[in-house]
């Protein structure tokens, strides 16, 4: 079993930055890819951004140049950091954890997934 514990969602106004973190418990996560969702009311779960084991990283057209996605294999912690924040960002953000090291977009391809965090963009 493995737990994943998002924070650092919040309010911020446009332009602003975030860093969301996600902390894996129960075991490692070192050799699987993590991913970030985000999804907003009445709409589907999204791809984000995802980081393979051996941390090459994608992203959604819509956050190049503006977010990243990180990992620390010692802490067992995936980061995403956001800026240039837009009010189209406003969402619920979700980490995921992947069947395998490979990442990918679909939310099929991860088996365990954190609460969410809100993330609020006013303009």
């Known amino acids: 079993q493995v737990q994943l514990v998002e924070s650092g969602g919040g309010l911020v106004q446009a332009g602003g930055s975030l860093r969301l973190s996600c902390a894996a418990s129960g075991r490692t996560v070192s050799t699987n890819a993590m991913a970030w969702f985000r999804q907003a009311p009445g709409k589907e779960r999204d791809f984000v951004a995802a980081i393979t084991w051996r941390g090459v990283t994608y992203y959604t057209d819509s956050v190049k140049g503006r977010f990243t996605i990180s990992r620390d294999n010692a802490k067992n912690t995936v980061y995403l950091q956001m800026n240039s924040l837009k009010p189209d960002d406003t969402s619920v953000y979700f980490c995921?954890?992947?069947?395998?090291?490979?990442?990918?977009?679909?939310?099929?391809?991860?088996?365990?997934w954190g609460q969410g965090t809100q993330v609020t963009v006013s303009s």
């Open positions: 995921a954890k992947a069947r395998s090291p490979i990442a990918t977009m679909t939310t099929y391809g991860y088996d365990y």
